[in-house]
């Protein structure tokens, strides 16, 4: 590798989750519209292959842990390209400096040099979509021909862990939908499930990965954020927000929305 020829290059260390970093690319993909360069991502290799879906932003895959070996990620971006941003809130040896963000998107967001009302309006697009798997996943998963409700309550670093009650209205509608399980899919790559997103009428979902890809797809969403600033800010066609405290108590919201799904036939491109 040249590092005379590297060394021009922005790089930005975001080492993982896999939702950090789809909610970013919008920002990766303004970088390059904007300058013509590709950033750099450095990137832990556990969550790498979630950039073979953009030509836009250019992965530094390290084989590292995201919290603890971020000064060996730090310094090899430097070694490389001769600086570094770096947008994750968390990782040894670093305090993110300080600011007025509203939660950890306008954080990572406003250290790339974007504002919040850019956070919020710039679109995410996966350029390198594969059709042939998303066909494919559509055909393994759907059983039938009634309207497709896509649901996840599950993840990693933000689950929602109070959803019984949500489950249980849920049931009211097993006939009337066939509702699809996000967590039990296991995709090739997390953005062949647009290929669901894309011929659903609706979704509902914690905040993890599944909300942060819902904005590459024009699928409705019901997102249900975590209380506090660790909460995303839903992005895309978000049609309700709901707080994880609220959510229980607003099943009566989500019935007027999910009824909506039922009766109004999917219009977006398959």
């Known amino acids: 590798m040249?590092?005379?020829?590297?060394?021009?290059?922005?790089?930005?260390?975001?080492?993982?989750?896999?939702?950090?970093?789809?909610?970013?690319?919008?920002?990766?993909?303004?970088?390059?519209?904007?300058?013509?360069?590709?950033?750099?991502?450095?990137?832990?290799?556990?969550?790498?292959?979630?950039?073979?879906?953009?030509?836009?932003?250019?992965?530094?895959?390290?084989?590292?842990?995201?919290?603890?070996?971020?000064?060996?990620?730090?310094?090899?971006?430097?070694?490389?390209?001769?600086?570094?941003?770096?947008?994750?809130?968390?990782?040894?040896?670093?305090?993110?400096?300080?600011?007025?963000?509203?939660?950890?998107?306008h954080a990572m967001w406003g250290r790339a040099g974007f504002t919040?009302?850019?956070?919020?309006?710039?679109?995410l697009v996966i350029d390198r979509r594969s059709h042939e798997r998303e066909r494919e996943l559509v055909k393994t998963w759907r059983k039938t021909q009634k309207p497709l409700l896509l649901i996840n309550f599950g993840g990693m670093t933000s689950p929602f862990q109070n959803h019984a009650d949500i489950r249980k209205f849920l049931e009211t509608y097993n006939r009337a939908f066939e509702i699809l399980d996000l967590a039990t899919i296991r995709a090739h790559r997390i953005f062949d499930l647009l290929g669901l997103y894309d011929v659903a009428s609706g979704l509902i979902t914690g905040d993890t990965a599944t909300a942060h890809l819902a904005p590459a797809s024009k699928v409705p969403t019901i997102w249900l954020t975590q209380d506090g600033g660790g909460a995303s800010t839903p992005r895309g066609n978000c049609v309700?927000?709901?707080?994880?405290?609220?959510?229980?108590?607003?099943?009566?919201?989500m019935t007027e929305i999910?009824?909506?799904?039922?009766?109004?036939?999917?219009k977006r491109a398959a």
């Open 116 to 123: 919040f009302e850019e956070m919020r309006s710039l679109p």
């Open 2 to 105: 040249d590092k005379a020829v590297v060394s021009q290059r922005q790089s930005y260390i975001q080492l993982g989750r896999t939702g950090d970093l789809l909610l970013l690319f919008p920002a990766f993909k303004a970088i390059h519209d904007r300058t013509g360069q590709k950033p750099v991502v450095v990137v832990s290799n556990w969550f790498a292959s979630v950039l073979e879906g953009v030509s836009y932003a250019e992965p530094f895959a390290i084989n590292c842990d995201p919290y603890e070996d971020l000064p060996l990620a730090r310094q090899m971006a430097d070694q490389f390209y001769g600086n570094h941003t770096v947008l994750q809130c968390s990782g040894k040896g670093w305090t993110a400096p300080g600011g007025d963000y509203r939660n950890y998107m």
């Open 240 to 253: 309700l927000e709901l707080k994880y405290r609220q959510a229980p108590n607003q099943v009566g919201l």
């Open 258 to 266: 999910v009824e909506q799904w039922l009766y109004e036939p999917v």
